[in-house]
């Protein structure tokens, strides 16, 4: 058997200071969160990212599609030597720019 109980309603000055007091909780704990989100934000500047994005090449979604196609039907075939090749020039290419 389950014991209830008796209610107890708050006065309603007693309801004023507990909204009151939960509200300047919240209201301190967005604040520090706000701080906190803010502080570990970089700064952004948007016009370098805007210039960044324009020098994105394009794709073409033909060839993606068509490419995705013939992975996914497993038509496409990896040449390995071509892969090799571009792979020691990706590695001689950052070495130059290490340097």
């Known amino acids: 058997m389950k014991k209830t109980l008796p209610e107890i ?3 309603e000055s007693q ?3 507990a909204q ?3 509200r300047s909780v919240v209201t301190q704990l967005s604040a520090k969160r706000n701080k906190a989100l803010v502080a570990n934000e970089p700064e ?3 016009e370098q990212l805007r210039a960044v ?3 994105l ?3 073409n979604a033909t060839k ?3 490419l995705h196609r013939r992975i996914v039907n497993g038509d496409y075939a ?3 030597t071509r892969l090799a090749e571009k792979m020691i020039e990706l590695e001689a290419t950052l070495d130059q720019l290490d340097r």
Do not use: G, H, K, N
Request: zero cysteines; glycine letters at 0%; hydrophobic letters at 40%.
């Open 20 to 22: 009151q007091t939960f």
């Open 15 to 17: 309801r004023r200071v």
């Open 64 to 66: 993606l599609v068509a």
């Open 9 to 11: 309603s708050p006065s």
């Open 78 to 80: 990896i040449d390995s």
């Open 57 to 59: 090449p394009t794709l």
């Open 53 to 55: 994005i324009d020098e």
């Open 44 to 46: 952004i500047d948007l």
